[in-house]
Every structure is written in C-alpha cells, then in structure tokens.
C-alpha cells in the first residue's frame, strides 16, 4: 500500500512542523514556499557582518523538562543549542523612575513596593500570579485538537487547568491597560503597560512570560530565528520530506468538495491527499479557495474588526560593544514623538550583545520596534515618499538615541528598516501582521476554546499557523502544525506517533 501524501502551503514553523509530524507518521509531505527560505515571520538578514533578527525574543519550551520543550526537541530545533537567559525582561525609564522588571517574582515584587508601597494591594497579587502561573502547563492545551478529543482527554485537560481556573479567568479578563489604571503612582501607571508589549494584551500573557523566563523556560535560542528556522527544516529534511522554494500556490485545487491539490503562479499543478494551508489565513480562504467554503464565524473573524499587529522594525549595526548596557530598555518620552504619522508615547531599544553570533567583535546590533498602521504605508508605496518616509522614522529614532546613547550616531555602520509592508511582501500576511490576531482580552477565549482548523464543507484540508492561533507565537503555531496531521491521522484511523532525532 503507497504512502499518502500531503501538500504543505508555507515553510513557516507552524508548515515545517507539520512536515515533520506528517513524515514521523508515514506521509509522503512536500511543502510549497513562496520565499527562498524557511522560517516565514521566523526569520533574520545578515547585512555586513550583521545578523537583524525578526522575531524570537523569547522561546516557550526552550527548558529541559519543562512545556513545549518536548514538541522542539521531535522537531530538531533545540538539540545542541544554547539558550540565553535573562533576569531582568527588560527596563522602562521615564528619565527620573525606572522599573526594572525582574524575572524573579520575589525581587519583582520587593522591587515594586520601593517604587510605590500605597500600591501593594496591587503589586502583591500580581507577582503571586507570577508565582502560580510557574506551575501551568501551558502545553497540556495543545496535546490534541480539540475535534479529536474523547471524554478522558477533556478529563485530562479540566484536570490539567483545574487548579489554574480562577487566575485564568481573573487575568485573562483585565487588559495591561486596565490593570496600568489602577495604580495610584503616576509613573507605573505609564509603565506598567510596556510589560505587557501593548495596552489591549491580557494581563496573563505578561504573567505567564515571566513565570517561564523565572523557570528558565523562555530563553533566546543562540544564533536566532533563522538559524532555529533553519534546525527545523533540517529535520525535516532528513525524515525525506521535499521543500520548493519559489514555488507560490495560486490556488487550492477542489473536486466534490475536497481538496486534491494545488496550482501554482506558474501553472504547475500538485495533487495530493491531503492539503494543510499554513500561510495566510485570508488569502487562503478569500482568494486561494475563492471564498466559497465560508461561514458567519469566519466572515466575521475576517471583516477587519478584530486588530492585527503591524509594526516598523529599525536595526541598526553599530562599532560600539553595549554589553554592559541593559539588553532591553524602554524609554517612556515626555513629549510624544510622530512617528509615521502616529504619536508615539514610549520607544523601546534592544541590543543583542547577549549573543555574539549576531554582530560582528566589538560591534552591536540595535533594535527598535514600534507598532504601525498598514494602511499608513500601503497609501504611499511604490513612490519616492515610502523610502523618504523610512528614513525619517530611522532617523527620529536615532535622534533619540543620541540622547540616551551620546555619540551613538557616529558609530552607527548600517540602518535598516523594514515596515508592515516589508512582512507582507516577504510572507504574504494579511495587513503584514506579525502575529496573526493580536493578543487581547477579546480573543483570549480563540486563545482558550480553540479555532477550528478545518473550514464548513471543504474535505481533506486542514489550517496551521498564526490565523488559527491568536497571538503568534512559535510554540502554537509549531503545535498547530502538529494538530494538523494528528487531525489527518485520525481520519485515517491511524495512530499519531512521535520521535525525536
């Protein structure tokens, strides 16, 4: 009896675990990729020496024995790879009061009382959640999709969340924006929010970041995204899997219902078993499946209301050693700056001396990341004024860093910018989002409940990646590859098997 075989649309971590799994189990799998590499959002560019990186700041699963580290070590991605911890997540400073957030919820808290002990009402429960949430097993959620799932494995899973239930009903419901409000000091109140990345975030992501930083479970994999990408396509590789690069999916090929294939920009044709889109969620449903396999729950998900996440990345490579200068500070302005047509009240600057692989001796890279609106960009491309208009963002934060760095400008050896545009030119993310849904208290419960992964009337084809996970991060998207083929296998009525390297 052949094998069957899958298609896989996006060499992204959520399409490159699916992959892997669809190999481990006995699947001829070929993945179609539209780029020259593998890693979609998880990704770096080298420019002169040095390494930008796009995407991990931190690395659930990255320790031993602890959720997700499992799953990375089936896919290849962690074997042999140092990770870089950090005590401090990062510091926010208004120029006069800095909040130095430990990974540490004791000195977190011991912190925080010094800064504003009329506040403990709320410092105290908050590092307790700290505390708690180093116990959660985040991953027990994503052990099966949920339309597999029997009576004992909900009985597992409500076993799994029981004793976490009210803490993740309390701070799932509080955005960092909300909670910031209640504080009686002026200063956290502004800085508060910079923990949590954005105002919308539910105060149980910061939580739950870092209670894995303290337990040493969300460190940055040395060399970076590309690299860690690049571990995984490897494994795949060698379980006799086959990338195409440059190879882009026109459209999704359907008879009787059921996906057979897929057709690509240069009318080469692909048949197959089974398909697993892990690209684009729009794209995939609006224009690579024609809109024709929809209902109320996904015309609503897609009607632009619920918020996304584009951003402006400026790297910078500089002839300057800043280790011993705090990896992660955010500087809290005292005027707002515009910045691409947007009032910015905070700018935050990341060096990446921690690891050595990424610049060259003695040097450093700077990253500043800033949220941008899509639309801002799309209206001016394609004309002088979009290369003008990256220029003065990168030179308004240089300004700045002047201040906060003297003599930085003359040491600065290349600039680099990339904005929402540059992600959806080189992944093809609706509204070059970076994360998919942006994670809020709104589609927290996606987060919780689950997104179906197959879409009303349309056999054989199956989701994977950020579309179906809110919040994008590599852990759920490298789980919802997995799901994926677990969903294939039981409708083959085939027990889903796992091994590592």
């Known amino acids: 009896m052949s094998e069957k075989s899958v298609i896989i649309i996006g060499a992204g971590v959520a399409g490159l675990a699916a992959g892997c799994y669809a190999r481990m189990n006995g699947y001829r799998a070929t993945i179609f990729e539209l780029h020259d590499l593998p890693g979609g959002l998880c990704t770096a560019w080298e420019r002169r020496g040095y390494i930008f990186d796009g995407c991990i700041h931190y690395l659930f699963g990255s320790g031993e024995g602890q959720p997700f580290h499992a799953m990375w070590q089936e896919l290849g991605a962690v074997q042999d790879r140092p990770m870089i911890n950090h005590d401090e997540y990062q510091r926010i400073t208004d120029g006069k009061d800095t909040l130095t957030v430990h990974t540490d919820p004791d000195l977190l808290q011991r912190h925080m009382l010094d800064l504003s002990p009329e506040d403990a009402s709320l410092i105290g429960p ?67 929010p910079q923990i949590f990345s954005w105002d919308e975030a539910p105060v149980m992501m910061g939580m739950s970041l870092l209670a894995y930083m303290h337990t040493r479970n969300a460190g940055f994999p040395a060399g970076g995204s ?60 609006f224009d690579m499946l024609d809109g024709a396999y929809l209902d109320r729950r996904i015309e609503k998900m897609y009607d632009g209301h619920m918020s996304t996440h584009s951003m402006m990345q400026v790297s910078l490579g500089v002839k300057r050693d800043l280790s011993h200068e705090p990896h992660w500070v955010t500087h809290l302005l005292k005027k707002p700056v515009l910045v691409a047509g947007e009032p910015r009240h905070e700018i935050g600057v990341k060096h990446y001396c921690f690891d050595k692989s990424l610049a060259p001796e003695g040097r450093s890279v700077i990253e500043v990341i800033v949220r941008s609106d899509y639309s801002y960009w799309q209206r001016i491309y394609g004309r002088r004024l979009y290369d003008t208009e990256q220029t003065q963002v990168s030179g308004i934060i240089v300004d700045h860093l002047e201040g906060w760095l003297p003599g930085i400008k003359k040491d600065i050896e290349f600039v680099d910018e990339a904005t929402p545009l540059s992600y959806e030119r080189y992944t093809g993310n609706w509204l070059g989002s970076t994360c998919g849904w942006l994670m809020t208290k709104e589609t927290m419960p996606m987060l919780i409940k689950g997104v179906p992964k197959t879409l009303p009337r349309l056999g054989n084809f199956y989701m994977a990646g950020q579309w179906v996970e809110p919040g994008g991060s590599l852990p759920l998207a490298a789980a919802s590859g997995k799901g994926a083929i677990q969903l294939i296998c039981a409708k083959d009525g085939k027990k889903f098997v796992t091994s590592n390297p």
């Open 226 to 285: 590309l690299e860690f990408a690049r571990a995984i396509e490897k494994r795949f590789l060698d379980l006799g899997g086959e990338i195409k690069y440059k190879s882009q999916v026109e459209k999704i090929l359907v008879e009787n219902d059921r996906a057979v294939g897929v057709r690509l920009y240069n009318d080469e044709v692909h048949r197959a078993d089974y398909v697993v889109s892990a690209c684009d969620g729009r794209g995939t449903i």
């Open 126 to 192: 908050f590092c307790d959640g700290i505390h708690q949430f180093t116990k959660f097993d985040m991953s027990a959620m994503y052990h099966k999709p949920r339309a597999i799932m029997n009576l004992l494995d909900y009985r597992d899973l409500g076993m799994a969340m029981l004793p976490y239930l009210m803490p993740v009903m309390k701070w799932s419901a509080l955005s960092a924006g909300e909670f910031a409000k209640k504080f009686r000091n002026p200063f956290l109140r502004q800085a508060i």
